[in-house]
């Protein structure tokens, strides 16, 4: 007995986070037909209380998303990154009112492009996804949700995927963008391989006595680190790493208690911290696919590679993954090449590899470094930011490449279309 008649796209894409969508957008615009399947209904993924995390947007991202017509509906709402600083130590940084000599401060200016561009944009999820559902509408990208893909034939010409309700789906290029858990990873038969950290991300929003004037905040405790991320409407995203026991009390206490233990992180530079809405919780821990690839198959996002929240750069990876694969496909199929081949998406593993790899590392060694209270390394790390503070061509070179504008970038990533 044959089963349901497939729907046929040139390529399906699971996964309706923020990486997908604009893979879909990126894609669409270049003329293919795109399916992108979620397992959350749009209105579900809209609601303030589904997630109530923010993200920092680089530079480079931001251009991305202009090009493809997101910023500008972002653009109310997003909150510039003007300063950054990072600081090991129990109060944030030099605006603590005491200066602590154990600090690391980088500037827009550190780009070195003399517009007055910022390093990043603070925007709220729920944002993000608004404008996405927006533009997505106005696009030829077929949307399935509520349909997560259940099953996944991975087959030359064509991948069979097989949704929650029914529907079956066709397309020579199967790309999996549906986080840690991928379906369509599994499937093609990618291991992982990483641990946990014993850490929880603890995540709320609160409104501030002060102006915070556009400076982003990390400072490192010894259950993890302490982000302060402005944003609009004097108010600012926190992200807590704590062990997961503490975690979980953050969470439960009382908004009372909550306040309480913020003013004493904060100290009194910004005022009284008041929370606003409601606190979650997320595991912290690392995952990198073995491949980012397979036959008709790619990986993007956190499905290739999970890291902790330590430099805010997880979304910003995936993003520079769709880049850097929609423009291996688009270029390749200009070129009358099968451009969902193997020998094709190798050259966006290839792309994407060492950058993905390195920062992994980056974010492993600085999690274990910082997440202690070591004296030695407490030492050893406050000489090794008070250096790099000094030093101004090492801080134009991290800007830069946390900004996503080091090494071989993609036109999106430039702001130009494919």
């Known amino acids: 007995m044959k089963g349901p008649a497939a729907k046929r796209f040139d390529v399906i894409i699971a996964g309706g986070g923020l990486t997908g969508p604009t893979l ?45 017509g997101v910023a500008p509906l972002l653009a109310p709402d997003a909150q510039p990154i003007r300063r950054i600083l990072v600081t090991d130590g129990p109060a ?52 399935f949700a509520p349909a997560a893909v259940i099953d996944a034939v991975i087959a030359d010409p064509a991948c069979r995927v097989t949704l929650a309700d029914g529907r079956v ?38 409104r501030l006595e002060r102006d915070h004037e556009g400076v982003a905040h990390e400072y490192f405790l010894p259950g993890g680190p302490f982000a302060i991320l402005p944003l609009t409407d004097q108010r600012a995203s926190l992200v807590w790493s704590e062990h997961k026991d503490r975690a979980r009390a953050l969470v439960e206490a009382s908004p009372e208690a909550f306040e309480a233990h913020l003013a004493r992180r904060f100290g009194d530079y910004l005022g009284r911290p008041a ?25 993007v996002g956190d499905a290739a590679h999970a890291v902790h929240p330590i430099a805010g750069q997880g979304l910003n990876m995936g993003l520079k993954d769709v880049a850097a ?83 071989e970038t993609p036109r999106l990533l430039r702001g130009e279309p494919l």
């Open 169 to 206: 789906l066709e397309a020579p290029l199967l790309v999996g963008a549906e986080g840690r858990r991928s379906v369509v990873r599994d499937a093609a038969g990618i291991g992982t391989y990483g641990w946990d950290y014993g850490q929880c991300g603890v995540v709320a929003t609160v």
């Open 92 to 143: 944030p940084g030099p605006s603590a009112g005491a200066p602590s000599p154990v600090f690391l401060e980088f500037s827009s200016d550190d780009l070195g492009g003399g517009d007055g561009e910022p390093m990043g944009w603070m925007i709220e999820n729920r944002r993000i996804r608004q404008a996405f559902a927006q533009v997505l509408a106005k696009r030829k990208v077929a949307a």
């Open 275 to 299: 929370l606003v809405g409601a606190r979650m919780q997320f595991p912290l821990s690392l995952q990198m696919a073995e491949r980012m690839v397979g036959p008709r198959v790619a990986l």
């Open 24 to 68: 879909a957008l990126a894609l669409s615009d270049a003329g293919l037909e795109v399916a992108l399947c979620d397992a959350e209904p749009l209105a579900t993924r809209l609601d303030p209380s589904f997630d109530g995390r923010s993200s920092a947007i680089a530079a480079a991202n931001w251009r991305q998303w202009m090009a493809l």
């Open 325 to 407: 694969l929609a423009e291996v496909i688009v270029e390749a199929r200009r070129l009358g090449e099968d451009w969902s081949s193997q020998l094709v998406l190798e050259r966006y593993a290839r792309w994407r590899r060492v950058d993905a790899a390195g920062l992994a590392v980056a974010t492993d060694l600085f999690t274990r470094l910082f997440s202690n209270d070591h004296p030695a390394l407490r030492l050893a790390r406050g000489a090794g930011l008070a250096l790099v503070n000094r030093l101004a061509p090492a801080k134009r070179l991290f800007v830069r490449e946390a900004a996503g504008l080091l090494g």
